[in-house]
C-alpha cells in the first residue's frame, strides 16, 4: 500500500503562485505513476499532471505552461508548482499514485488540499 499526503493549498489571488506537496509513505522508485487531479466546484475529477518512474510528464492543455510536476526521490516527494494561477483553477487537488502489478492496477489517493483563487 501507499499511503499519500498532501499539502500547501490556500488562498491566492490571481497571477499568484503555490506550490503543492504530496509526501508518499513508501519510496517514489517503487511507484509506477505518480499524479495530480483535481476537482473543482460542480465538476468531475480532472487528470492534471502526471510523472513516471520514468520521469516523463504529462500535462493537461489547461494548465500548460503554467504547472509543473516534479518529484524528489530522497524525500519521497511530489510537488506541483502552479504559477499564474487563475479562478479556473479553483479545485481540490488530489495526490494520486499508480502502482501496475503484472495486468492490475493499484490506485491510492491522498486526503486532497483545497486551493482558491480569488481577487
Known amino acids: 500500500q501507499v499511503q499519500l499526503v498532501e499539502s500547501g493549498g490556500g488562498l491566492v489571488q490571481p497571477g499568484g503562485s503555490l506550490r503543492l506537496s504530496c509526501a508518499a509513505s513508501?519510496?517514489?522508485?517503487?511507484?509506477?505513476?505518480m499524479g495530480w487531479y483535481r476537482q473543482g466546484p460542480g465538476q468531475q475529477r480532472e487528470l492534471v499532471a502526471t510523472i513516471t518512474s520514468g520521469r516523463s510528464t504529462n500535462y493537461a492543455d489547461s494548465v500548460k505552461g503554467r504547472f509543473t510536476i516534479s518529484t524528489d526521490n530522497a524525500k519521497n516527494m511530489v510537488y506541483l508548482q502552479m504559477n499564474n494561477l487563475k479562478p479556473e483553477d479553483t479545485a481540490v487537488y488530489y495526490c494520486n499514485a499508480l502502482l501496475v502489478v503484472v495486468t492490475t492496477r493499484y490506485h491510492y489517493w491522498g486526503q486532497g488540499t483545497q486551493v482558491t483563487v480569488s481577487s
Open positions: 513508501r519510496s517514489i522508485f517503487s511507484i509506477d505513476v
